[in-house]
Structure formats: structure tokens, C-alpha cells
């Protein structure tokens, strides 16, 4: 066993995992993506003699090899030599979409890893911060190429899917699975994500009801513009008070529920690497998720055209779906064993953060890169972002769940996704986004 051990004992004395008050201190977006982790057979790899090479089959095996989502891999090279080869580019946006889905999950892995060493508040701060890195490269990425749209779309999916199609199915699988029980869940930090989520969309829908009331959109964009980035500082200045709400004085809220001796030991784990092996390794598959990012901003418009689907479609339903798809499953696991609080927790965690950290950030982002970017996501889109919250809000307020209430909130997003489908809205060229041109 001590042989097991030694590659990250090597890397630091220093080992806080091993506390329980640090196991107890895991968040519900731990806890989901842990349960498509897989336990590693070390057994060969701990006869190899050279310390540094049985150190790196060690790292290779638990990250690249430690996820069910391990056989999802090989489209990453496969995306990177279509690319270099001038492959179809529908096929390089599929195939780096493809390869984003173990990416998010592995992000989400190494985070917990060097929570072990850092502590969970440092380790809470590293996941709020990484919990949705991919959907922050892609905005990034998208804005860099003046594609506003792009952004607002991915945006909005990510918020939609979170809160219809992840939550939707949690529940209704959860009470299929558990017809006979009673289920429940803690209502104060569904409470907390809902009252959040009413602020980003009230800083959303302002803009656009401003934009409806002026007498000429030539009139009111410089206004409307201003409004946006003063609206999103406002929601960066919540999202860091909803941190310290979270991570210190309430942190009890949103611990994730301590599991039973038979769900595979999940509440006794311990770090499977060191902290500067986490390091490296969270450095380098961001430095992936952005290449892959890249590949798929550039394609998305001839994957459009090729599928015969509109972009507005591609980017609010299949992106994030697929994106997302190792912390969707999670959560409807957890639903499975009758552990709602994890479920929520991701869903409504998940969106949050989405709508009060990540769209602020791309406001003030492009504000800096010189681009016109506001809160105004147009009547249809704001409009079904404002059913869904209240939606949600309507359907967490007695703190129990049936299946029904799973099945409505997913025929409410397949409603929603039909309307984007014969959606045929074009996308804006971004000619007139950057300031003084």
C-alpha cells in the first residue's frame, strides 16, 4: 500500500485530504462527477522500479483512464488531425465537441484533487472558478471572433439545460425510481439559487425592456450598453458575496450529503495524486479544452449549414448537452439513490454560477476588448429564460419532488428546443460590435 502512495507523498509532506473535516467539506458538483469515476488497478504500475516513470503511468492511468467517459478520448487527436489534414468541417465541430465532454469531467476531478492539499474553502474557490471553464473558453473564444451571438446562445443553453432538461430528468427519474418514497430535499439552497437566479434576470430583462420603450434602437444602444455593464458588475459583486455565503458562513447549506457505507466508499476517498502533478495536468487540459474551443467557434456556422440547423439551435441545445453531459449524468445518478440535495445542487449550482459569474464576466471581457456586448438576449430568448426560472421556482417550493414535476420541466425544455429548431434568426455579423469602428 505505501508503495501506492509514494508518487504523491513524493510531491508534498503536506497531505490535508486525509482530514475528515475536508472529505465532509465536498460540494454536490464533486460528489456528481465522482460517480462516473472509476476505481484504478495500480497493480502493474507499482512494479515498476523507476520512481519518476511509475509516478507517471500512476497520473496517466488515474486521469486519462479513472472516468467512464475514458472511451470518448480519441476524439481529441482524431479532431486535431482533421483539422491539420482539412477535414469536413462539420466533422472537426462534432469530433471537438465529442472531445470536450471527458474533458469537463476530468477539469472537474483535478479541482477536487488539489482541493485535498489547498483546503476546501481554496478548494471551493478553484471549483466555482473551473466548475464551468469549458462554457467560459468557448464564450471567450467566440467573443475574440466577434460572434455576440454565439455567446448569448451557449450562455442561455447552459442556463436552460441546467435548470429544465438536468433538474427535469433528476426528477422524474428519481421518482420513477423511488415511487414508494417520499422524496425531499433541503429547500433553503434551492431558496439561495432562486433568489439569484430572479436578480440575473431581472439584470437581463432590463436591458431589453429598455431597448422595447426607446423611441429608435439608435437611441437607445449606447444607453442599453452602459446599463448592461453596470448590471453585470452588480451581479459579479452578488456572485462573490453568494462564494463567501456558501464557503464560509453558511458553508452547512451546501455540503453535499455524506454517503452510506455501500455507495462504493465515496465519503472516504483520498487523493490519487499529487498536488503539482494536479496542477500540471489541470493546466494542460485547459490549455486542450481551449484548442478544442477554438475548433469549435470556427465550425459551428458550417456545421449550421451543412446540418441544415440553425446556429441558434446548435449552440442552446447541442452544445451545452453534450458539453455537459458527464455532470448531467451525475446528477440523475444521485437522483436514482434518493440523494435530491446533490442533484440540486449541480443543477441549480451549475446555473447560477452561469448566469451571475460567467455572462457578467463575458460583459466586462469584451468591455475591455474594445466589443459592444449587452445583457439584451432579444425578446424569445429572455422570454424563455424567464419561464424557466420562475418555472423552477414554482416547482422546488415545497421541498418535495414527484416524477411529475420532472416530467413537466422536461416537455417545458422540448418545447423550448422546438421553438429554437424552426428558429432561423441569423447571426449578427459583428462588423458594428467593436467600439469606434
Same mark, same amino acid.
Not at 479513472?66 to 488531425?81: D, E, N, Q
Not at 456545421?303 to 448531467?328: C, K, Q, Y
Given at each position: 500500500?505505501?508503495?501506492?502512495?509514494?508518487?504523491?507523498?513524493?510531491?508534498?509532506?503536506?497531505?490535508?485530504?486525509?482530514?475528515?473535516?475536508?472529505?465532509?467539506?465536498?460540494?454536490?458538483? @464533486?460528489?456528481?462527477?465522482?460517480?462516473?469515476?472509476?476505481?484504478?488497478?495500480?497493480?502493474?504500475?507499482?512494479?515498476?522500479?523507476?520512481?519518476?516513470?511509475?509516478?507517471?503511468?500512476?497520473?496517466?492511468?488515474?486521469?486519462?483512464?479513472?472516468?467512464?467517459?475514458?472511451?470518448?478520448?480519441?476524439?481529441?487527436?482524431?479532431?486535431?488531425?482533421? =483539422?491539420?489534414?482539412? /477535414?469536413?468541417?462539420?466533422? +472537426?465541430?462534432?469530433?471537438?465537441?465529442?472531445?470536450?465532454?471527458?474533458?469537463?469531467?476530468?477539469?472537474?476531478?483535478?479541482?477536487?484533487?488539489?482541493?485535498?492539499?489547498?483546503?476546501?474553502?481554496?478548494?471551493?474557490?478553484?471549483?466555482?472558478?473551473?466548475?464551468?471553464?469549458? #462554457?467560459? +473558453?468557448?464564450?471567450?473564444?467566440?467573443?475574440?471572433?466577434?460572434?455576440?451571438?454565439?455567446?448569448?446562445?451557449?450562455?442561455?443553453?447552459?442556463?436552460?439545460?441546467?435548470?429544465? %432538461?438536468?433538474?427535469?430528468?433528476?426528477? /422524474?427519474?428519481?421518482?420513477?425510481?423511488?415511487?414508494?418514497? =417520499?422524496?425531499?430535499?433541503?429547500?433553503?439552497?434551492?431558496?439561495? @439559487?432562486?433568489?439569484?437566479?430572479?436578480?440575473?434576470?431581472?439584470?437581463?430583462?432590463?436591458?431589453?425592456?429598455?431597448?422595447?420603450?426607446?423611441?429608435?434602437?439608435?437611441?437607445?444602444?449606447?444607453?442599453?450598453?452602459?446599463?448592461?455593464?453596470?448590471?453585470?458588475?452588480?451581479?459579479?459583486?452578488?456572485? +462573490?458575496?453568494? %462564494?463567501?455565503?456558501?464557503? /464560509?458562513?453558511?458553508?452547512?447549506?451546501?455540503?453535499?450529503? =455524506?454517503?452510506? =457505507?455501500?455507495?462504493?466508499?465515496?465519503?472516504?476517498?483520498?487523493?490519487?495524486?499529487?498536488?503539482?502533478?494536479?496542477?500540471?495536468? *489541470?493546466?494542460?487540459?485547459?490549455?486542450? +479544452?481551449?484548442?478544442?474551443? #477554438?475548433?469549435?467557434?470556427?465550425?459551428?456556422?458550417?456545421?449550421?449549414?451543412?446540418?441544415?440547423?440553425? &446556429?441558434?439551435?446548435?449552440?442552446?441545445?447541442?452544445?451545452?448537452?453534450?458539453?455537459?453531459?458527464?455532470?448531467?449524468?451525475?446528477?440523475?445518478? /444521485?437522483?436514482?439513490?434518493?440523494?435530491?440535495?446533490?442533484?440540486?445542487? &449541480?443543477?441549480?449550482?451549475?446555473?447560477?454560477?452561469?448566469?451571475?459569474? !460567467?455572462?457578467?464576466?463575458?460583459?466586462?471581457?469584451?468591455?475591455?476588448?474594445?466589443?459592444?456586448?449587452?445583457? @439584451?438576449? @432579444?425578446?424569445? #430568448?429572455?422570454?424563455?429564460?424567464?419561464?424557466?426560472?420562475?418555472?423552477?421556482?414554482?416547482?422546488?417550493?415545497?421541498?418535495?419532488?414527484?416524477?411529475?414535476?420532472?416530467?413537466?420541466? *422536461?416537455?417545458?425544455?422540448?418545447?423550448?428546443?422546438?421553438?429554437?429548431?424552426?428558429?432561423?434568426?441569423?447571426?449578427?455579423?459583428?462588423?458594428?460590435?467593436? !467600439?469606434?469602428?
Amino acid at each position: 500500500m505505501a508503495s501506492l502512495q509514494e508518487p504523491w507523498l513524493l510531491e508534498t509532506g503536506n497531505l490535508k485530504g486525509c482530514s475528515k473535516e475536508i472529505r465532509h467539506g465536498r460540494t454536490a458538483h @464533486n460528489m456528481s462527477s465522482s460517480s462516473l469515476r472509476k476505481k484504478s488497478d495500480l497493480t502493474l504500475v507499482s512494479k515498476v522500479r523507476f520512481v519518476l516513470l511509475r509516478q507517471f503511468l500512476t497520473n496517466l492511468q488515474e486521469v486519462i483512464l479513472g472516468t467512464k467517459l475514458s472511451v470518448l478520448f480519441p476524439a481529441i487527436p482524431l479532431a486535431i488531425v482533421a =483539422e491539420c489534414y482539412g /477535414f469536413g468541417r462539420p466533422w +472537426i465541430f462534432a469530433l471537438s465537441l465529442l472531445g470536450l465532454t471527458p474533458l469537463a469531467e476530468r477539469v472537474s476531478f483535478l479541482t477536487e484533487q488539489i482541493a485535498y492539499y489547498t483546503g476546501p474553502t481554496v478548494g471551493g474557490l478553484l471549483n466555482a472558478t473551473c466548475g464551468n471553464a469549458t #462554457e467560459l +473558453i468557448i464564450a471567450i473564444f467566440a467573443l475574440s471572433q466577434h460572434k455576440i451571438d454565439v455567446v448569448k446562445y451557449s450562455l442561455l443553453g447552459s442556463v436552460l439545460s441546467n435548470l429544465l %432538461l438536468v433538474l427535469g430528468t433528476s426528477l /422524474f427519474c428519481g421518482g420513477i425510481a423511488n415511487l414508494r418514497r =417520499e422524496q425531499k430535499y433541503d429547500r433553503r439552497q434551492a431558496d439561495v @439559487n432562486s433568489l439569484l437566479l430572479l436578480l440575473a434576470l431581472l439584470c437581463h430583462s432590463l436591458p431589453l425592456l429598455f431597448r422595447m420603450s426607446g423611441a429608435s434602437a439608435a437611441l437607445t444602444a449606447d444607453p442599453t450598453l452602459q446599463l448592461s455593464r453596470a448590471s453585470s458588475i452588480v451581479m459579479l459583486i452578488a456572485y +462573490i458575496s453568494y %462564494l463567501v455565503f456558501q464557503l /464560509f458562513t453558511h458553508r452547512q447549506l451546501f455540503e453535499a450529503q =455524506e454517503q452510506s =457505507e455501500d455507495d462504493e466508499g465515496i465519503s472516504e476517498e483520498e487523493p490519487v495524486i499529487g498536488f503539482w502533478s494536479g496542477f500540471i495536468w *489541470l493546466v494542460g487540459m485547459t490549455a486542450v +479544452i481551449s484548442l478544442l474551443s #477554438e475548433y469549435v467557434v470556427e465550425t459551428i456556422e458550417d456545421a449550421s449549414d451543412s446540418w441544415g440547423i440553425s &446556429v441558434s439551435f446548435i449552440s442552446i441545445i447541442l452544445l451545452p448537452i453534450v458539453g455537459n453531459a458527464a455532470e448531467h449524468a451525475g446528477a440523475v445518478i /444521485f437522483a436514482f439513490k434518493n440523494k435530491l440535495d446533490i442533484s440540486l445542487g &449541480v443543477a441549480l449550482g451549475s446555473a447560477t454560477q452561469i448566469a451571475m459569474f !460567467v455572462v457578467p464576466l463575458c460583459i466586462v471581457v469584451a468591455w475591455i476588448m474594445g466589443i459592444k456586448m449587452d445583457l @439584451n438576449f @432579444n425578446l424569445l #430568448e429572455t422570454g424563455s429564460l424567464a419561464l424557466s426560472i420562475i418555472a423552477v421556482a414554482f416547482t422546488l417550493q415545497d421541498g418535495t419532488s414527484h416524477y411529475l414535476k420532472g416530467l413537466v420541466l *422536461l416537455l417545458l425544455y422540448i418545447v423550448i428546443g422546438a421553438c429554437f429548431f424552426v428558429s432561423k434568426t441569423p447571426l449578427s455579423n459583428g462588423i458594428d460590435t467593436v !467600439v469606434g469602428a
